[in-house]
């Protein structure tokens, strides 16, 4: 058992499946009192009613006050989980990279607003953000994935070195593939590139309760990615070879 959240009141958005069902199950059983949100209010209310915790449906964007009242008041850990996967490039339509921005780092920057007044208040608070190893790396085929990932995981390494002086908790969950719909939906470059080390939900969970134990902000399910970030970070250009490489096999396969 993981002492910092026994009996914690908990959010996490997008939990009606998926990485996000992992975690509301696992914190649950970990003792804490667990808000599921999801758009879709049937699949809320189905893993609220397995947990024993409470369906608060809706936009994700908009549930932090209805959330922090079902959970009598106050709201301990945030996890900032609900996603969209959207592929395409440069050229996708304005929509689909407006819903990306406004789905993956608009509703973790409206509900950190939310909490931050009452967190700093009391010295203490736990933001848990769902990115990708698309927000470390990116992602072939989803350009408005790849770069609203970047957003929300710089999102989240700005709340940590803000506030982590004044009690504030932050942590970003990078995995590379789960076997989940999204990944599902990601079609042949997903099948390339993240199919054949998909992992189960679950494993994001034990994941991210390891990286609470110890007190990590960033959480890696798949440690490889850590060699793949240095990479990128201390040579570019051989790592943008690299990924072109794996551009050029998915075209060839197309």
Same mark, same amino acid.
């Given at each position: 058992?993981?002492?910092?959240?026994?009996?914690?009141? &908990? /959010?996490?958005t997008?939990?009606?499946?998926?990485?996000?069902?992992?975690?509301?199950?696992?914190?649950?059983?970990?003792?804490?009192?667990?808000?599921?949100?999801?758009?879709?209010?049937? *699949?809320? +209310?189905?893993?609220?009613? +397995?947990? %024993?915790?409470?369906?608060?449906?809706?936009? =994700?964007?908009?549930?932090?006050? =209805?959330?922090? +009242?079902a959970? #009598?008041g106050?709201?301990?850990?945030?996890?900032?989980?609900?996603?969209?996967?959207? #592929?395409?490039?440069?050229?996708?339509?304005?929509?689909?990279?407006?819903?990306? !921005?406004?789905?993956? @780092?608009?509703?973790? @920057? $409206?509900?950190?607003?939310?909490?931050?007044?009452? !967190?700093?208040?009391?010295? $203490?608070?736990?933001? /848990?953000?769902? /990115?990708?190893?698309? %927000?470390?790396?990116?992602?072939?085929?989803?350009?408005?994935?790849? @770069?609203?990932?970047?957003?929300?995981?710089?999102? =989240?390494? !700005?709340?940590?070195?803000?506030? $982590?002086?004044?009690?504030?908790?932050?942590?970003?969950?990078?995995?590379? %593939?789960? *076997?989940?719909?999204?990944?599902?939906?990601? #079609?042949?470059?997903?099948?390339?590139?993240?199919?054949?080390?998909?992992?189960?939900? $679950?494993?994001?969970?034990?994941?991210?309760?390891?990286?609470?134990?110890?007190?990590?902000?960033?959480?890696?399910?798949?440690?490889? &990615?850590?060699?793949?970030?240095r990479? *990128?970070?201390?040579e570019?250009?051989?790592?943008?070879?690299?990924?072109?490489?794996?551009?050029?096999? !998915?075209?060839?396969?197309?």
């Amino acid at each position: 058992m993981v002492e910092a959240v026994q009996d914690a009141a &908990v /959010v996490v958005t997008g939990a009606g499946g998926g990485i996000g069902a992992a975690l509301a199950r696992r914190f649950a059983a970990e003792g804490a009192r667990v808000v599921v949100n999801d758009l879709d209010a049937g *699949r809320a +209310e189905a893993v609220a009613a +397995e947990i %024993g915790g409470i369906a608060v449906p809706g936009d =994700a964007s908009t549930i932090v006050d =209805a959330a922090r +009242e079902a959970l #009598g008041g106050v709201v301990d850990v945030y996890c900032a989980n609900a996603g969209v996967a959207s #592929g395409g490039a440069e050229s996708a339509d304005e929509a689909v990279w407006a819903l990306a !921005w406004d789905v993956n @780092v608009m509703a973790h @920057v $409206r509900a950190a607003h939310a909490l931050l007044p009452h !967190w700093l208040e009391r010295g $203490r608070g736990r933001f /848990v953000s769902t /990115v990708s190893a698309a %927000g470390l790396l990116t992602m072939i085929g989803a350009a408005p994935y790849s @770069v609203t990932k970047h957003g929300a995981y710089a999102f =989240a390494e !700005w709340l940590s070195l803000t506030y $982590r002086h004044r009690g504030i908790q932050v942590h970003a969950i990078c995995p590379q %593939g789960v *076997r989940t719909d999204m990944l599902a939906a990601t #079609g042949s470059a997903g099948d390339l590139v993240l199919k054949p080390t998909a992992i189960d939900p $679950r494993d994001v969970a034990d994941a991210l309760f390891d990286g609470i134990a110890e007190d990590r902000f960033l959480i890696l399910p798949h440690p490889e &990615v850590a060699g793949y970030y240095r990479t *990128r970070a201390a040579e570019p250009d051989r790592w943008l070879t690299n990924m072109n490489h794996l551009q050029q096999k !998915w075209e060839t396969a197309e």
